[in-house]
């Protein structure tokens, strides 16, 4: 779970911001209500941002921050004092209305992925990904084992999901952002696990490893990367031998595909069998079938670290 208390470094930023002009009276009461707990005046004032006249719209947008943060400033105190994260799953949703945080979104994701609803989990980590990596969107960027875990907890999601999970699209530049990415901030992503799923035992593409493949050629093409490295891994059922060399089958399938569909970038492809089990954000998590099934994998590895 990601811990709340990164929350304090965030909400103190907001909170501690230069004068609103017109519009202070209102941050100070909704700063005042946050700090008591108070979600009918927190809610009361965030509805009054759109409309106050004495507010310059330039800071509408971080007075409508400033009330989200209040809102996950209850959710950490009430997490503190026992409640499960589930309960404050309404409140999360609310404070997503007024603004969009990263916080709120690793939150819901984590809720979604207790309960294995592993599409929905993927969709909002990623979101938080895409948020992260967006400096007017998050002025202070999080650690980066934070940004790790996420990014972590967002593949495995998606890897687990029934069906395949697209990256999210960044609307004014049109680039794939989420797992697509990369970098996120200052954190470099080296090595993504693919959910380029296959047929037990074969090189076939299940329906979802086909859309996948389909989704990282558009990626490739889209940034014209110049090289990239593919990598086949497998549980540790069955043989090492056979294992390994299903592996390296596997890696060279997606790289005939990626081929085929027009990138033409240097791919190099290598099979470990069973010998690199996934890095887990926390195993206990998960099923015995779950982890297999998370073994199973095909990861791309970014220019850097070939």
Request: aromatic letters at 4%.
């Given at each position: 779970m990601i811990?709340?208390?990164?929350?304090?470094?965030?909400?103190?930023?907001?909170?501690?911001?230069?004068?609103?002009?017109?519009?202070?009276?209102?941050?100070?009461?909704?700063?005042?209500?946050?700090?008591?707990?108070?979600?009918?005046?927190?809610?009361?004032?965030?509805?009054?941002?759109?409309?106050?006249?004495?507010?310059?719209?330039?800071?509408?947008?971080?007075?409508?921050?400033?009330a989200a943060y209040a809102y996950l400033r209850v959710v950490n105190e009430r997490v503190r004092a026992g409640s499960s994260l589930p309960e404050q799953k309404g409140l999360l949703v609310e404070s997503?209305?007024?603004?969009?945080t990263w916080q709120a979104l690793a939150m819901l994701g984590d809720i979604e992925h207790d309960q294995k609803r592993y599409e929905e989990s993927s969709l909002y980590y990623q979101q938080a990904l895409s948020l992260i990596n967006d400096p007017a969107a998050t002025e202070t960027e999080?650690?980066?084992?934070?940004?790790?875990?996420?990014?972590?907890?967002?593949?495995?999601?998606?890897?687990?999901?029934d069906r395949y999970v697209s990256t999210p699209i960044n609307h004014r530049s049109g680039a794939a952002e989420g797992l697509a990415l990369s970098s996120v901030r200052s954190f470099t992503v080296k090595r993504v696990p693919l959910p380029v799923t296959f047929e037990s035992g074969s090189t076939q593409f299940t329906p979802k490893g086909t859309e996948a493949a389909e989704d990282l050629?558009?990626?490739?093409?889209?940034?014209?990367?110049?090289?990239?490295?593919?990598?086949?891994?497998?549980?540790?059922?069955?043989?090492?031998?056979?294992?390994?060399?299903l592996s390296q089958r596997r890696a060279e399938a997606v790289a005939a595909f990626l081929r085929s569909h027009g990138y033409k970038g240097q791919i190099i492809t290598k099979g470990l069998g069973e010998s690199e089990?996934?890095?887990l954000s926390d195993p206990s998590r998960y099923s015995q079938e779950e982890i297999w099934q998370l073994n199973r994998r095909v990861e791309l590895v970014w220019p850097g670290d070939s």
């Open positions: 811990r709340l208390d990164l929350f304090v470094l965030s909400v103190a930023a907001v909170f501690s911001s230069p004068s609103f002009g017109d519009c202070e009276s209102l941050a100070q009461t909704i700063q005042k209500a946050a700090r008591a707990g108070d979600l009918v005046t927190i809610g009361d004032q965030a509805y009054r941002i759109a409309t106050e006249p004495g507010c310059p719209d330039a800071y509408r947008p971080k007075l409508a921050q400033m997503l209305e007024l603004a969009r999080p650690p980066k084992q934070v940004i790790e875990t996420i990014h972590r907890k967002a593949s495995e999601a998606r890897m687990l999901a050629a558009a990626t490739l093409l889209q940034r014209a990367t110049s090289s990239i490295s593919i990598i086949g891994h497998t549980d540790d059922r069955g043989s090492a031998v056979q294992n390994q060399v089990p996934a890095i």
